[in-house]
């Protein structure tokens, strides 16, 4: 279970909040621009700032446009230039042929590519949620292009996500656990009613503070095919059996020297994980948002991001 803002076509997993498709730029949203890299892959971003700092974001899912993480677009400045791009085969960007193309390293080399064809000098990493996956694999990777790392509302491994999910479905109640071995056993995964219900189950670790739905919410759009194909291949919300199903990125964890911050919402399913990602990242500051869960950026806007603004402060001394 782990699309970021609202889940799957009606809005369930990591979040419980409907999303609804939208031929319009949002009122105040960057001009969509588009970006081009080796191999004539083409990748949708939109930009504010000048820099030299780039903050460049990774959204979650896997497979979410990059439009509920606008509010970070807020921290640009005339000295920090917030990028937010839509990865492989989410909105407009490049579509691989192959599902065995959507890995957690292809879309490492992809931020690569990116950096490279964007100039970026100075490269402040973010990844929220799956997006954090492939930030931890960036660093590991390609540490020597990087400056500072931010890790928020993420996990360190697939095994991670599985605890996370079995903690989730352990706090449902025992109607709800009862009726959702019923629809597992029916394979009824596409269901309205195996949507609402997972949702219903996920809520409090992914949206707990959220009353209405956000402004910043309903022009994301999730590709159901990139999110099937690394997540869950059978539709099963509480499974990992897609291309992440091995993936491991906490072996990268003693070889991070730059500046590290992990944030996560203190409900937030992710929590110990991210504790154990703190801890394990020699220069990581771990900070918990105490009024949040997954959608910690839309739950405590004030403070995600003004914990974001103090480290990159820290790291870039402006």
Known sequence: MLRTPGGGPTGRAWGVL??????????GMARLRRVTVPGRRSFEYVSKGQGPATLLVHAGGPGYTYHYLRP????ANAHLRVILFNPRGVGGSWTPRRPSEY????????????????????????????????????????QRHLTSLLLCDTAGSAEEVRA???????????????????????????????????SEIS???????????????????????????????????FAVDGTLSRWDGRRHYARIEVPTLVLVGRYDSLLEASREMADRIVPAHLRVLPRSSHLAHLEQPKEFLGAIREFLLDVTGD
């Open 18 to 27: 409907p999303f609804f498709k939208t031929g319009r730029r949002p009122l």
């Open 72 to 75: 970070l677009l807020r921290l």
């Open 103 to 142: 890995t957690v390293p292809k879309m490492a080399e992809d931020v690569e590519a990116i950096r490279r064809a964007l100039h970026i000098r100075e490269l402040h990493l973010l990844g929220f949620s799956a997006g954090g996956f492939v930030a931890l694999e960036y660093a590991g990777r390609y």
């Open 164 to 198: 996370a999910n079995r903690m989730m479905r352990a706090s449902a109640t025992p109607a709800q656990r009862a009726r959702l071995k019923a629809l597992e056993r029916a394979r009824a995964f596409d269901t309205k009613e195996y949507q609402t219900l997972t």
């Open 203 to 237: 809520a409090p670790f992914s949206s707990r503070f959220l009353s209405t739905l956000p402004r910043d919410l309903s022009p994301a759009h999730l590709s159901l095919a990139v999110y099937r194909t690394m997540m869950t291949r059978s539709g099963d919300e």
